[in-house]
């Protein structure tokens, strides 16, 4: 079923060690247990439509490097566009 392949990503992520680099800012705790894995697997999988809104700290929580970093996409040239000027050309719409 979709919620026992779900459970299994979500274990191995944990395994792996996602959620373990935390920033100073946010207390430390223990991984996820497989009861709360599987919890959340349930809980996706039985949603038609799901909208997961995150922050910054979810990326670099799972060790993506952030934007604004010394190492980060802005500081090594990449910078980001308006909507506006999203709109105005194919060639920017690709750029996403």
Excluded: W
């Excluded at 490097?65 to 690709?94: C, I, V, W």
């Amino acid at each position: 079923s979709s919620a026992s392949k779900l459970t299994h990503v979500l274990a191995t992520a944990s395994r792996a060690g996602y959620g373990r680099r935390r920033p100073s800012t946010v207390p430390d705790c223990e991984p996820a247990t497989a009861e709360e894995i599987a919890s959340l697997a349930s809980f996706i999988s039985s949603k038609e439509r799901l909208l997961v809104i995150t922050g910054a700290g979810c990326s670099t929580e799972s060790n993506i490097p952030d934007y604004r970093s010394p190492t980060g996409a802005y500081s090594s040239g990449f910078k980001p566009m308006t909507h506006q000027d999203f709109l105005k050309t194919e060639a920017n719409q690709r750029r996403y």
